[in-house]
């Protein structure tokens, strides 16, 4: 167990030539550990309806943002098998589809935010990329967030409402599978 | 609509467009396409899978998505199983009456509840994804893998539901149970080479 909790930074970091800004932009698309939670709330979010998403869509980054700056300023990870937790709950939350009292759902964004946004942000610091680095991840969830929520939010027929679902069953599945990874290595 | 298809297709760009990117991480590309490939190297598996599918579409709504959510799912169970290492007896034979069941539900045209039909899906979704957590490759990026894998799966239980869409007519009703029949008897072909092997 202690082997496993040992291992906290994963660097995904790409190096696109373009300075920080692009490369903290990359990191997210790059980092399927960040990715796939940030899609399973924001589908998340788009089933709650366009209230529920709206909050998302501004508590998220923010709680991403202070999480990063906290994870430039203390340099430590959290353990990569946590991540692995954000896929099976949010994932089952969305393939649940059950109505959630809004505050725990603004809640739940907060915490993934925090969580996710230190991780990221150690990295960022490990790598040199610093605040700016940790600016253009923000700025990227924010658009990615922002158009999943907003497309979820405009589906109107009842086979795209399952098709969501299945994709955080999917989630859930991926998180499975590596959750077992993380402690088998 | 146009507007939420045009979001769809774009988002769907931003989310693929990644993958090459994947290559820079050393790895990850090759875990990645290893899981994809992995459910479609054995003829066992994608018969099973698709099986699921049809018999989903020939059960209508709402098992027509539960049970493709419910094996993935449970799948993915079997192969944390599989990767933590802990003992599962029989799987080759388990993965070869999953294609004989699943088939003859198909042939017969089966009509059980959802629960029970949910239960016998999932129960051989174990041995599936045991086999294939068994069998993740040695240095592979284990996310980049699952990923992968999960994608297949899901597209195989797709093309099963695709298949199973010409139930609504009673020629492919028929076409679908000779299909269902096929699996059985594949199925029954899997079981003997598994005991007898």
């Given at each position: 167990m202690s082997a496993v909790l040992g291992k906290g930074l994963y660097l995904h970091l790409v190096t696109t030539g373009l300075g920080p800004l692009f490369d903290g932009i990359g990191h997210v698309l790059v980092t399927p550990e960040d990715l796939l939670p940030l899609i399973a709330l924001a589908l998340l979010a788009g089933l709650g309806g366009r209230a529920y998403a709206r909050r998302v869509l501004f508590t998220l980054p923010a709680a991403w943002l202070v999480g990063g700056l906290v994870?430039?300023?203390?340099?430590?990870?959290a353990p990569l098998a946590?991540?692995?937790?954000?896929?099976?709950l949010i994932g089952g939350l969305v393939a649940l589809d059950r109505p959630m009292d809004e505050r725990v759902g603004v809640a739940l964004a907060i915490a993934l935010g925090l969580m996710h946004g230190q991780m990221s942000g150690a990295e960022m610091g490990a790598a040199g990329l610093g605040t700016t680095g940790l600016l253009g991840s923000v700025a990227c969830l924010f658009v990615l967030v922002s158009l999943i929520a907003g497309l979820v939010v405009s589906l109107e027929r009842p086979w795209t409402r399952i098709a969501v679902r299945v994709a955080g069953s999917w989630i859930v599945a991926i998180g499975l599978l590596y959750f077992g990874w993380t402690f088998a290595t | 609509m146009r507007a939420a298809w045009a979001t769809g297709v774009a988002l769907a760009a931003v989310l693929v467009g990644p993958a090459p990117l994947f290559a820079h991480e050393g790895g990850a590309a090759a875990g990645f396409l290893s899981g994809l490939y992995h459910p479609i190297s054995g003829l066992d598996h994608v018969l099973a899978m698709v099986a699921v599918g049809i018999w989903g579409?020939?059960?209508?709504?709402?098992?027509?998505?539960?049970l493709p959510?419910?094996?993935?799912?449970?799948?993915?169970?079997?192969?944390?199983?599989?990767?933590?290492?802990?003992?599962?007896?029989?799987?080759?034979?388990g993965i070869g009456l999953s294609?004989?069941?699943?088939?003859?539900?198909?042939?017969?045209?089966?009509?059980?509840?959802?629960i029970v039909a949910g239960a016998l899906v999932a129960f051989f979704a174990i041995f599936h994804g045991y086999a294939h957590g068994t069998e993740l490759p040695e240095g592979q990026n284990?996310?980049?893998y699952s990923i992968g894998f999960?994608?297949?799966?899901?597209?195989?239980?797709?093309?099963?539901i695709a298949l199973g869409l010409v139930h609504k007519w009673e020629r492919g009703r028929l076409a679908l149970r000779g299909i269902g029949a096929l699996i059985a008897l594949a199925g029954a072909w899997f079981v003997w080479t598994a005991v007898a092997g």
């Open positions: 994870g430039l300023a203390l340099g430590w990870s946590v991540t692995a937790v954000s896929f099976l | 579409a020939q059960l209508g709504s709402p098992a027509v998505w539960a959510v419910t094996f993935p799912i449970v799948m993915a169970l079997g192969g944390m199983l599989g990767l933590l290492g802990v003992p599962v007896p029989g799987v080759e034979v294609a004989l069941a699943l088939g003859a539900m198909v042939a017969l045209e089966k009509r059980p509840t959802l284990g996310l980049a999960v994608i297949a799966t899901g597209t195989l239980h797709a093309v099963g």
